[in-house]
DNA sequence: ATGGTTGCGAAGCAA
């Protein structure tokens, strides 16, 4: 089973984008972020043609995650419980294949100490606290999304250019840990122990060609998901060419 | 490597 993760930056805008890796890299199951598109002006029949079911949590014009998958995709449950994430929409959940499948995009936080920053170390604790009452380590899950969270300094460029600033932070590394303490390994790291394979380069000043980036888009599988794993890939061929995204998608095989 | 680009939506913000 094939498990894909991609922030699309518009689903609108990169539908064409999406049609045309869906048939190369053929996962079973993508999850989606930053679709900016509502749940009912979702493009359920055009991924349909292809052999996809879709589900969605979306308002139309931020955020918005989906799921889209060739090998079931029930249960569907949006946002954390009731109250919390009601207007985010920056989580959702469905069983594909036998996995509890999570699609997540974890606030970017923009400025270290800022509110924003704090609201992204309460939405990630939110995350782990919805994990330990909606589901068990011990099954097949699978949480995959952009955390805005480089894990550690093989998944940054320059330690010292970004100094100060999100995403590299010891509360965000600490509350991923906590996330995966809950029971759950980056499945792209058992796969792979290089440096600087990176999934999202910023747009600007031609970074990705100048291979600055993060690898911030990650695949969290339980243990028992995650013994399984037998390839992984950052697609970077996704981020060139025309209208990309500013991440590539990432993938893993899995029993 | 502090200067840039893209998407949304129609100016400026978020990333």
Redesign the pocket.
Known sequence: MRIATWNV??L???LPRVEEWLEYAAPDVLCMQ?T?VAEASFPTMALSALGYESASHGD???NGVAIVSRVGLDDVARGFEPGVDEQGCRIMAATCGGVRVHSVYV??G?VVGSE?YLAKLAWLDELRSHLERSASPSERVAVCGDF?IAPDDRDI??RQ?LEG?THITEPERKALAAIEDWGLVDGFRLLHDEDELFTWW????GNFH?H?GMRIDLILLSRSLAETASFALVDRNARKGK?PS?HAPVLIDVA
Do not use: I, V
């Not at 910023?202 to 000043?205: E, F, G, I, M, V």
């Open positions: 930056n518009s609108n805008a990169r930053e900016k139309g014009r931020w606030p970017n923009r924003h805005n460029y320059d250019a600033s910023d747009y600007r000043a100048k600055l209208q500013d």
